[in-house]
C-alpha cells in the first residue's frame, strides 16, 4: 500500500471559519485530477473496550466510486464503516489503531473536530430514521444547522429530486417524513444526506428493511449518485455488491487469540468483477458462491 | 360418532371444575374494580353534594367578596383561588426549568457513571417529607431567597416562600418524567442528526426535545397538578392559617385552595361547629378536584394532539 503522506490540516480543523467555508469549494483542487484516494485505511483496528472487533484493515477508497464493504453478519462491516465519518466517537468504549486518510489528512488526528467530518461524509442508516418532522424540515435540517444562506426550497427540491423522491413527495412536503413508505423514507433520508452537500456518503445496509421494488429504486439511485458522490456501501447481500459496486472489501469473522470472541479480517479487496469472478482467496471464492458455512 | 370420534369430544371438553374456577376468578377481578369505581363515585358524588348544600346556604354573589374568612361567613372563592394559582406559578417558574433541564443534562450530557450517582439524588430530594420543605421554606428559602432576592421587606410568612418550596417539592418529578420522555426517543434518531453534522446541542433542541415534546408537556402538567395539590408546604410557609384578603402580593401571607381547607379541617381556625364553614371544605374540595381534573384532561389532549401531528 503507497503511504500518502499527510497534508496540513485545511477544512476540517475546529477553527476553519464557517463563513468563508463554502462546501463545494472546501474539497481539495487535485482530488478531481489526481488518482489519490478519498479514504486511505492503513491497518486498522477497531476495539469495543478490551474487544478487537476488528484488524488490520487496509484498502483505499477512490473518488466518485462505490465501494462496498460485504461478509457475513458481525464481521465488523458497520464498525468500519463508522469509522469514516468518527461515528464511533459517540460510542464510549471505541477506539481505534491505525490510520485513516481523508484526502490525506489524518481523520483521527487530535485537532480534527468530528462534526466537521460528519459535514462532509453523510451517512444513511441501516433502518430509515427519518425525524419526526415534515418532509421539507428533514431536507432542510442538516443545511440549517450548517448555515446555509441560499434558497432553501431550491436546496429541498435539488435534494430530493437527486434521491429520485421529488414527484413523489412535491405536493405534500408539510407532511411527516414518518408517513411515507419504508422505500421512500430510505430515499428521504439519502435526500437528507445529500442536501448537505457532502463529498462521500456512507450506506449501511440501505435496503435490509427494503421489498425489492424499493430496492432496485435505491440501486438505480446510487448508479446516479455515483456521477457526483464517492459512496461506500454495506451490505450483506452479495448480488447487491456486485450490481452495485465499482470496489468490493470481502470481511470474514475468525476466532481471535483468546478464543473467545470473533474478530473481523479483511480476506481481500478488489476490483468487484474480479472479485466475484476470479477471487484470489478461497474463503472469498466460498462465499460468493454461497458455499460459505 | 365413532368410539374414538366420542373419547376425543370428551377429552376436548375439558375439565368444568377448572371452568368454573376461571368463573369465579374472573368475577372476584370484577368485584374488586367495580368497589375502586364505586368508591371513586361516592366521593365524587357526597362532594357535589355537599358543595351545592353549601352554595345553596350561603347564595352565589357571596362567593366573590372581600376575601376568606371562614370564621366571620366570608367565603371568597378567589382569594384562595388566586392564592393556589400565584404558589402553583411560583411553582413551576422555579420547577419547569429546574426539572426540564435537570432532565436535559441527565438523558443527553451526563455519562452512565453520573447519572447513576444523580438519579439516587433526585429519587432523595422527591423522598423529602414536604412538612420538612414547609420548614424549610420559611426558615430558610424566604430570608435567603425571597426577601432577599425578590421582595425587601417580606413577611415571616408569604406565598413566595410556600411557591418557591413548592417549586423544590416538584422538581424531581418533573425532571423524572421528562427524561423518561426523552431517553425514549430513539437512539437511531440522534445518530441521523448527528450523521448530518449536528452538534449535541442541536441535536438535543432540535431533534430530541421536539420528538419528545408530549412527554415534556405531560411532566409539566403533572408537576402543575402536583403543585395545585401540595398542602403542607403552604401551610407552613404560606402564612393565613385563619383568613385572607383578596390579594396576589407574593411577598405577603395569602391562602391557597389547599391551605384553607386543612386550617378548616383541623379546626385551626376554631370552625368546627359551623356548618357552612364545614361545608365550604367540600366545595372547595370540589374546585380542587376539577380544576386537577380538566389539568389531566388538557395534558391528555395536548399528548394526543402532538402525536397526531407527526
Ligand atoms: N457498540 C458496540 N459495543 C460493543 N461491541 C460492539 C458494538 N457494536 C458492535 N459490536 C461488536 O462488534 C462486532 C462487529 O459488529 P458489526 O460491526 O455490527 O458487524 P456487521 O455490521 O458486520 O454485522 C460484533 O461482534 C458486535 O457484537
Ligand atoms: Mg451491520
Redesign the interface.
Known amino acids: 500500500m503507497k503511504r500518502v503522506q499527510a497534508k496540513p490540516l485545511g477544512t476540517l480543523s475546529r477553527r476553519t471559519n464557517r463563513a468563508t467555508d463554502e462546501k463545494v469549494e472546501s474539497r481539495p483542487q487535485e482530488q478531481k485530477t489526481s488518482e489519490e484516494a478519498v479514504f486511505d485505511v492503513q491497518d486498522l483496528s477497531v476495539f469495543y473496550g478490551d474487544f478487537r472487533a476488528v484488524r488490520n484493515v487496509t484498502l483505499a477508497v477512490s473518488q466518485r466510486n462505490i465501494t462496498a464493504l460485504i461478509g457475513p453478519s458481525g464481521c465488523g462491516k458497520t464498525t468500519v464503516l463508522r469509522c469514516f465519518?468518527r461515528?464511533n466517537d459517540?460510542v464510549?468504549t471505541a477506539r481505534i489503531e491505525g490510520n485513516i486518510l481523508y484526502h490525506g489528512v489524518d481523520l483521527y488526528e487530535s485537532r480534527v473536530d468530528p462534526?466537521?467530518v460528519?459535514?462532509r461524509v453523510?451517512?444513511v442508516?441501516q433502518?430509515p430514521?427519518?425525524?419526526?418532522?415534515s418532509i421539507y424540515d428533514n431536507v432542510s435540517?442538516?443545511p440549517k444547522?450548517?448555515g446555509f444562506k441560499g434558497s432553501m426550497d431550491d436546496l429541498v427540491e435539488e435534494a430530493l429530486t437527486k434521491a429520485a423522491l421529488w414527484d413523489e413527495v412535491k405536493s405534500r412536503l408539510k407532511e411527516?417524513g414518518?408517513s411515507l413508505s419504508g422505500g421512500q423514507q430510505q430515499r428521504l433520508?439519502i435526500a437528507?444526506?445529500i442536501a448537505?452537500q457532502p463529498d462521500v456518503i456512507l450506506m449501511d445496509e440501505p435496503c435490509s428493511a427494503l421489498d425489492p421494488i424499493a430496492t432496485g429504486h435505491i440501486e438505480d439511485l446510487m448508479q446516479d449518485l455515483k456521477n457526483d458522490y464517492t459512496i461506500i456501501i454495506v451490505t450483506h447481500n452479495m448480488q447487491q455488491a456486485a450490481r452495485v459496486s465499482d470496489m468490493t472489501a470481502f470481511f470474514t469473522a475468525e476466532v481471535n487469540e483468546k478464543q473467545d470472541r470473533r474478530t473481523g479480517v479483511l480476506v481481500e479487496f478488489d476490483h468487484t468483477e474480479r472479485m466475484f469472478t476470479n477471487p484470489s482467496d478461497e474463503r472469498t471464492e466460498n462465499y460468493v458462491t454461497g458455499r460459505f458455512g | 360418532m365413532s368410539n374414538a370420534a366420542g373419547g376425543l369430544l370428551l377429552e376436548l371438553e375439558g375439565s368444568p371444575a377448572r371452568r368454573r374456577k376461571e368463573r369465579i376468578v374472573r368475577g372476584i377481578f370484577f368485584a374488586l374494580a367495580a368497589m375502586s369505581v364505586v368508591i371513586s363515585a361516592t366521593i365524587v358524588l357526597a362532594l357535589i353534594q355537599e358543595a351545592v348544600q353549601f352554595v345553596g346556604a350561603i347564595g352565589v354573589g357571596d362567593l366573590w367578596q372581600r376575601g376568606w374568612f371562614p370564621r366571620r361567613g366570608i367565603f371568597d372563592v378567589r382569594t384562595i383561588l388566586v392564592g393556589t394559582l400565584v404558589v402553583t406559578g411560583i411553582g413551576m417558574l422555579v420547577a419547569a426549568p429546574l426539572g426540564l433541564g435537570a432532565a436535559v443534562y441527565l438523558s443527553e450530557y451526563a455519562?452512565?457513571r453520573i447519572r447513576k450517582l444523580l438519579k439516587p439524588i433526585l429519587e432523595i430530594i422527591a423522598g423529602i417529607p414536604s412538612i420538612v420543605l414547609g420548614v424549610f421554606a420559611f426558615s430558610w428559602i424566604n430570608p435567603q431567597i425571597v426577601d432577599r432576592f425578590l421582595c425587601g421587606d417580606a413577611s415571616f410568612f408569604n406565598l413566595g416562600a410556600a411557591g418557591v418550596g413548592v417549586g423544590v417539592l416538584v422538581t424531581p418529578l418533573v425532571a423524572s418524567i421528562a427524561e423518561d420522555a426523552m431517553r425514549a426517543v430513539?437512539m437511531?434518531?440522534r445518530?441521523?442528526?448527528?450523521?448530518?453534522?449536528?452538534?449535541k446541542r442541536?441535536t438535543t433542541v432540535?431533534?430530541v426535545f421536539?420528538?419528545a415534546i408530549s412527554g415534556i408537556v405531560a411532566a409539566v402538567i403533572v408537576g402543575m397538578s402536583r403543585a395545585i395539590g401540595e398542602t403542607m408546604v403552604v401551610a407552613l410557609a404560606g402564612g393565613a392559617t385563619g383568613g385572607s384578603l383578596f390579594s396576589a402580593d407574593y411577598c405577603q401571607p395569602g391562602q391557597t385552595m389547599t391551605g384553607a381547607m386543612a386550617a378548616l379541617a383541623i379546626g385551626g381556625d376554631q370552625v368546627k361547629g359551623d356548618v357552612s364553614a364545614f361545608q365550604s371544605l367540600y366545595f372547595v374540595g370540589l374546585v380542587l378536584f376539577l380544576l386537577t381534573l380538566g389539568l389531566n384532561v388538557l395534558s391528555g389532549r395536548i399528548v394526543r394532539r402532538v402525536r397526531k401531528?407527526?
Open positions: 465519518n461515528m459517540l464510549d462534526v466537521e460528519r459535514r453523510g451517512m442508516f433502518k430514521n427519518p425525524f419526526p418532522k435540517f442538516g444547522i450548517a411527516s414518518m433520508c437528507r444526506a448537505v | 455519562r452512565p430513539p437511531s434518531l445518530e441521523g442528526a448527528y450523521g448530518l453534522g449536528a452538534r442541536s432540535k431533534i421536539p420528538a401531528k407527526y
